[in-house]
């Protein structure tokens, strides 16, 4: 069955410190990676998206993401975090339809001062 | 350039009562999803939707909910004789093609509280 995963529930960084938010996905094919981000009380907005070629994809506000199969890992990262980045993260997967597409349950970021 | 538009954001009822969401797509869109929020927990597909159709609704209770997207207006998702279980964060989604696009838009989302 397809699945994804975010082992973190809950991370907090300092302000300026790299982060990693962790992804593993259950598919039965290549499939479609995406990360959004949610802040409180808003809706969804895509981070960035990997469907095909390069497995390091760049998104908005400074987010990267690695594909890597033999890993079945789509994990986050930025290299300084800033107060605002502070959000619930969702990794999703999808196949060739969107109503296909399943989402990890989160992983909420706290940023320290 | 209105992005999609869920309404009410905030919705009270009380059990047995009727709640309808609305959701209007992001113009040009044609196709619509629904997804359920619970508190800790990811986002769950309900159904997929296009203008008078239900693709595919695999996510949706059998009982109680049910959705439509009419030729004219926005899409409605209605649960009937709400229970407490019901209470969560309903999201709607547009996007301009089914396959292969990959990204959704995504409304700020309809809150059920169910007393």
């Known amino acids: 069955a397809q699945s994804v995963t975010q082992p973190d529930i809950h991370i907090t960084v300092s302000e300026g410190a790299s982060l990693e938010l962790r992804c593993n996905y259950s598919y039965g094919a290549t499939p479609y990676l995406f990360w959004y981000v949610q802040s409180p009380g808003q809706g969804l907005q895509l981070l960035l998206k990997?469907?095909?070629?390069?497995?390091l994809v760049q998104g908005i506000k400074g987010f990267e993401a690695e594909f890597k199969r033999s890993q079945s890992s789509f994990n986050l990262r930025k290299p300084s975090v800033h107060w605002s980045d502070a959000a619930e993260y969702f990794c999703a997967v999808g196949y060739y339809n969107n109503n296909d597409m399943r989402f990890g349950a989160g992983t909420r970021l706290t940023v320290k001062p | 350039n209105a992005g999609v538009m869920q309404n009410p954001r905030h919705l009270v009822r009380r059990r047995g009562q009727e709640a309808r969401l609305r959701c209007s797509p992001m113009k040009g869109h044609s196709h619509v999803y629904w997804y359920r929020q619970l508190p800790e927990e990811g986002l769950k597909f309900m159904v997929y939707l296009q203008k008078e159709n239900i693709i595919d609704e695999s996510g949706m209770p059998k009982e109680r909910f049910s959705a439509e997207f009419p030729k004219e207006g926005p899409s409605i998702l209605r649960i009937q004789q709400v229970v407490r279980g019901d209470s969560a964060a309903y999201f709607c989604?547009?996007?301009?093609?089914?396959?292969?696009?990959?990204?959704?838009?995504f409304g700020e989302g309809s809150r059920l509280t169910v007393l």
């Open positions: 990997y469907f095909s070629g390069d497995t």
């Open positions: 989604a547009s996007s301009p093609g089914s396959t292969n696009t990959g990204e959704l838009f």
